[in-house]
């Protein structure tokens, strides 16, 4: 039997070309004539598309030139001639004459379509007086805890905050005086969240042990474990009508709890990445979600399903936060500080500026909107025309390295006069306005030619 010969891929390929390059030689002069009629027709629907607002412009200007013609000769215009409105080209852009020389292109007709309508000019979007708000001062500096402090929350009676850290521990501090009131310990590993019902005495934590405890404030001791977390709890939030609790964390995934029964009501699926940050609210979209996958969610509470996926941010939404009397919120990334209206998440404005990872946001109902960032520095913005009034940074605890000046939690009291922060530096910072500051000591830098610049 004789043995085939093999060849390499090389001389496969170029045989294959030889062939092919033989039979279709014979037809290489068999092509179609041009058709100069198709090419002509090719070209004016070519030139239409890219220049049909020249086109018309051209029109316009031709159109004036007669009216301009008519109105300087004293011989009266060719029978048949409408002098109440000439038609500038083909998208019912129209000048009216009027007599004399009134020759004031007007708008296009309502309903009229195309590209016509870019030719009026548009009135650029000036920036708004933003409103001016008193600076904001470093007032007290609290210590007591042994390691990172990671979430903070105001009871509804605004005579007392709660911390958790990185030391295991939660305590209570007294809001007017800043002395600790009492420690909580039972968790394992660092407290990353804390919430205080309005409307039982209950104070409910999460934490990197993946547990999420209930706490009775009468007793001081625990009552209940809603377990299903499958890794480190990094958010939680109550709705403020219904009884059901919300955390949110590691495993990308949402959990809907009913407080009382302990019950996994929903479990809310979509996010591919941790999620840093969870928000309720009484009006649909009741539950949001920020993700280090750089998309926030709307869910629908009554279906456990994703509304709306927000994909505007290029990097991780570390925090968000809902406007106490606006029907809007805000998320926090490092690339941009954007504000959201409801229930549909329709995009309203860039707080660009704060360059620096930001891992919290709060806002009071005068509208002051702070960031803190993980470089220590604070931004405090208007929150209707995103104008940045003041930035602080506070210096670390004596003993402490400069790069724990992070600030990883801030929340307003419920007056919305004092701010508090947990630091890197193990400490609890409070501010207040500064009460001394006038419009005239501290004037809004303001200039009304700055076009604000929204950029999705």
């Known amino acids: 039997m004789e043995e085939v010969q093999r060849h390499s891929v090389h001389t496969l390929v170029f045989r294959s070309l030889k062939r092919s390059h033989d039979m279709f030689l014979s037809n290489q002069r068999l092509l179609a004539p041009q058709d100069d009629t198709a090419e002509k027709m090719k070209k004016a629907i070519k030139a239409r598309d890219s220049y049909s607002l020249v086109f018309d412009r051209v029109k316009m200007a031709q159109a004036l030139k007669q009216r301009e013609a008519l109105d300087a000769s004293n011989n009266p215009p060719p029978p048949g001639t409408n002098l109440d409105s000439v038609a500038l080209g083909s998208e019912g852009v129209i000048v009216p004459y009027s007599g004399g020389n009134s020759l004031i292109p007007s708008t296009p007709l309502s309903g009229s379509t195309g590209n016509t309508s870019a030719l009026i000019p548009r009135k650029a979007p000036v920036m708004p007086r933003p409103r001016w708000h008193a600076p904001w001062k470093l007032y007290r500096v609290i210590s007591g805890h042994l390691g990172w402090v990671r979430c903070v929350t105001v009871e509804p009676g605004n005579e007392w ?9 939660i305590k209570i501090w007294d809001l007017a005086s800043g002395k600790l009131k009492v420690s909580l310990t039972g968790h394992v590993s660092t407290v990353r969240g804390l919430q205080v019902s309005t409307r039982h005495p209950y104070l409910f934590s999460c934490g990197e042990d993946r547990q999420v405890k209930c706490w009775d404030l009468e007793y001081t001791k625990v009552i209940r474990h809603y377990h299903g ?33 302990k019950a996994n009501v929903h479990t809310l699926t979509g996010h591919t990445n941790t999620i840093a940050s969870v928000v309720c609210q009484a009006a649909n979209p009741q539950i949001i979600t920020g993700s280090h996958d750089s998309t926030i969610r709307l869910w629908d509470l009554a ?24 029907y809007t919120f805000a998320s926090a990334s490092p690339d941009n500080i954007k504000q959201w209206k409801c229930p549909e998440g329709k995009f309203i404005q860039n707080l660009s500026g704060h360059n620096a990872i930001v891992n919290c946001l709060a806002v009071n109902p005068s509208g002051v909107l702070v960031s803190g960032g993980d470089n220590g520095t604070m931004y405090l913005w208007d929150w209707r025309t995103g104008y940045n009034f003041q930035r602080l940074q506070a210096a670390v605890q004596p003993g402490s390295m400069d790069s724990e000046a992070g600030i990883f939690a801030m929340t307003y009291d419920h007056s919305g006069t004092r701010l508090i922060t947990t630091e890197a530096d193990k400490t609890i910072k409070v501010y207040k306005e500064d009460d001394s500051a006038t419009e005239d000591s501290h004037p809004v830098n303001w200039k009304p030619d700055i076009i604000k610049r929204r950029k999705f």
Request: proline fraction near 3%; charge should be positive.
């Open 303 to 326: 279906a456990g399903k994703s509304m709306c996926t927000l994909t505007n941010h290029k990097k991780s939404v570390r925090s968000l936060v809902i406007h106490p009397t606006l």
């Open 161 to 169: 905050f709660a911390t958790g850290a990185a030391d295991r521990v």
């Open 229 to 261: 977390h499958l890794s480190a709890v990094y958010a939680m939030s109550l709705h403020p009508t219904i009884d059901v609790l919300v955390t949110a964390g590691r495993d990308s995934t949402a959990r809907v709890w009913d407080m009382r029964t």
